[in-house]
């Protein structure tokens, strides 16, 4: 019985932290220039859209292979290779 009650207070306490996300995102897009992401408050229904500009540092097209550096507006840098086989 202890033990039951043990797992039933593990599994409210974890349903209560991750049950409680305010937003859920509605989509999300990677483009080579910007980045696109669509949440809707649970509550309230509003929507929020976020856009990124992305700068592009490195643009390698290669026989076979494709690579893109590109660094966002927050200075994070991300890479991209494309395998063409």
Do not use: F, W, Y
């Amino acid at each position: 019985m202890k033990s039951l009650k043990m797992l039933m207070s593990s599994a409210l306490t974890v349903t209560a932290l991750v049950g409680c996300q305010p937003k859920e995102k509605i989509v999300e897009v990677e483009t080579p220039r910007k980045s696109i992401e669509v949440e809707r408050d649970r509550k309230t229904g509003d929507v929020e859209i976020e856009t990124h500009d992305k700068k592009k540092l490195i643009d390698i097209n290669a026989p076979g292979v494709n690579v893109d550096v590109q660094k966002d507006e927050s200075g994070k840098t991300g890479v991209d290779v494309d395998v063409n086989r």
